[in-house]
């Protein structure tokens, strides 16, 4: 994987050849829209094309991209109005909600409901921590210790040590932070994801690898980058690869918003992150970063 992403193998799990991998985008939009301001010419990872679609309904110049073939289809179909499918982590998370729900009667969807309407995070978190961050938690996200036998081994050591207990802090975290009545990042994790179609104008699907987009194009060709977790698994001269194109793909001044389940900028510090993880509302990210280029 030197200077590669594993993201290019198409799978979560292991496995040959390209799959969905997410029917829905675990990422609040919110950030990407605070970071980039104005309209202007975004290049986005396309993943399930929330973000592109948030992006291109404020008025940005999207274009979407992915390294998945199969990814950057169902974006482009689910964008003219299909109906949204699962992906591999949507089956994920659906059989981890299972075993607790089987587990604890408390994360049934009927007990959930009046905890997901509170706009108090002090209430919030003291339901949190009453009711929902208890034994049967912990045991079913046991598993995510063992991640590596599981996902993808890139993947996997993109995790941090007990992810475990480290996404429980990270849910207690966006708790104590933003109201749930307002958090839909929060109720597809604990509720599953709906099904409502999605349309926005995305100007472009691009098929491919975003580095090599940005390298090989026309310099200043956008102002804004949207990465997703684009470095998580990724080899070793990645971040300076990705970070080289950058700078030639974006204009001087351009932001650039990057994601991460770990709990460092998987990047060169010369781009001037900033820490914006406290403004995300899906609690899935250890850290959360607008970079701007220079």
Do not use: K
Request: glycine share 10%.
């Amino acid at each position: 994987m030197i200077g590669d992403t594993a993201w290019r193998a198409g799978w979560l799990t292991a496995g040959r050849g390209a799959r969905l991998l997410f029917g829905r985008t675990y990422e609040d939009p919110a950030v990407e829209l605070a970071a980039f301001g104005a309209p202007c010419r975004v290049l986005a990872v396309a993943s399930a094309a929330d973000t592109a679609a948030a992006l291109a309904a404020a008025g940005h110049r999207v274009t979407a991209i992915d390294i998945n073939p199969v990814q950057l289809r169902y974006a482009e179909r689910r964008l003219a109005g299909a109906a949204p499918r699962d992906g591999q982590a949507e089956r994920l998370l659906a059989a981890g909600r299972t075993v607790l729900r089987t587990l604890a009667p408390e994360w049934r969807p009927a007990r959930l409901a009046p905890f997901l309407r509170l706009r108090d995070p002090d209430r919030q978190v003291a339901w949190w921590d009453g009711r929902l961050d208890g034994t049967a938690l912990r045991l079913a996200l046991r598993p995510l210790r063992l991640a590596a036998p599981v996902v993808r081994p890139a993947l996997a050591a993109a995790l941090p040590p007990r992810f475990d207990d480290v996404l429980r802090d990270r849910l207690r975290d966006t708790l104590s932070r933003h109201p749930n009545a307002d958090n839909t990042w929060l109720r597809r994790l604990l509720l599953g994801p709906g099904t409502a179609p999605l349309i926005a104008p995305v100007d472009r699907f691009v098929p491919g690898d975003l580095v090599a987009h940005l390298a090989a194009g026309p310099p200043d060709r956008y102002d804004a980058v949207a990465l997703s977790n684009i470095a998580d698994g990724a080899g070793v001269h990645f971040g300076q690869r990705l970070a080289d194109a950058l700078r030639h793909g974006v204009r001087r001044g351009g932001r650039v918003v990057l994601r991460s389940f770990g709990t460092t900028v998987p990047l060169p510090a010369d781009l001037g992150w900033r820490d914006v993880t406290g403004s995300e509302r899906c609690p899935l990210w250890g850290v959360v970063s607008v970079g701007e280029v220079r």
